[in-house]
């Protein structure tokens, strides 16, 4: 078992993978498992590229599993990237850290290519923690891309699967559900995101108490005014870029916007085979 923080700093090019018979870490930390800094770029899982150098036929599963004790995230990612491919399962039970599985701050790049993350199965809106920023994994500052692989069973306040501010945001396939959230189930969209949806992604069965069951897109906030000792709250539009051009939002719901919720909506162009909302 794992019980204090694992470093990497500066450190790139390494996989952590399982040859045979598969390997397991569990963890029960109260603190990040992993922490990655200072550039590095590590790979967790199966990698082609590795597979050639190092035969990996019978290869086994990379799991790793937190306890309900741990308090937070099992990737801490910081000006890095991580890449997180096929025979990866990770299963963080906290609902108390932004982002269970994935924090990433600071220009990080996170990649998901096959690998299941989850939280643990059987929650409910009884388990929302409402200050919690992403239940699976939390970008600011960052950018993310997936194209296949499962985000599921994630529990926060904003974004129950993925929430995102100040980011780039690629996700061109694999499925997004089970999650659950106050707002954005599945996933929710902060200021300043570029956010593009392609493909073949399932987004679906996610849930909000209130708004936006799918996808929530947060493109107005109330700002706060004072004059002379008198208080009033103004529209604050920021600036998001949400381009839906392929994939299944199915199955969700919400109180508003049981598929998507676009909270600032100001543009709107439609074409034939594909939608840009600029807000």
């Known amino acids: 078992a794992i019980s204090k923080t694992v470093e990497f700093s500066g450190l790139k090019g390494v996989v952590i993978s399982a040859k045979t018979g598969g390997v397991t870490f569990n963890a029960n930390i109260r603190e990040n498992l992993f922490q990655l800094d200072s550039g590095s770029n590590i790979t967790f899982g199966y990698d082609a590229d590795f597979n050639s150098v190092y035969d990996l036929k019978g290869r086994g ?25 096929l025979n990866l399962i990770i299963t963080n039970a906290t609902s108390s850290a932004n982002g269970s599985v994935v924090n ?10 096959g690998a299941e993350l989850s939280g643990v199965e059987g929650r409910s809106s009884l388990d ?21 692989g499962t985000i599921s069973n994630g529990v926060a306040g904003f974004g129950g699967g993925l929430y995102a501010k100040t980011s780039t945001v690629n996700i061109s396939g694999g499925t997004i559900t089970d999650n659950i959230a ?34 929530f897109v ?15 709250y103004v529209d604050n539009y920021k600036n998001v870029e949400f381009k839906f051009v392929g994939g299944v939002v199915s199955e969700n719901s919400a109180k508003n916007g049981g598929g998507v919720y676009i909270n600032g909506l100001r ?9 840009d909302i600029i807000v």
């Open 61 to 85: 599963d990379v799991r790793i599993i937190c306890s309900t004790d741990s308090e937070g995230s099992v990737f801490y990612v910081k000006d890095s990237t991580i890449t997180l491919t």
């Open 104 to 113: 990433a701050t600071n220009l990080s790049a996170v990649n998901i290519a």
């Open 128 to 148: 929302i923690n409402e200050d919690v920023l992403g239940g699976i994994i939390y970008l600011v500052e960052s950018s993310f891309t997936m194209e296949s």
């Open 182 to 215: 106050n707002y954005g189930g599945g996933l929710y969209l902060d200021s300043d995101c570029k956010v593009e949806i392609t493909q073949d992604i399932a987004i679906s069965n996610n849930i909000a108490t209130e708004n936006g069951g799918g996808i």
């Open 218 to 232: 947060n493109a107005k906030e109330f700002e706060r005014k004072e004059v002379n000792g008198i208080v009033s």
């Open 267 to 275: 543009q709107k162009k439609e074409r034939k085979n594909d939608i």
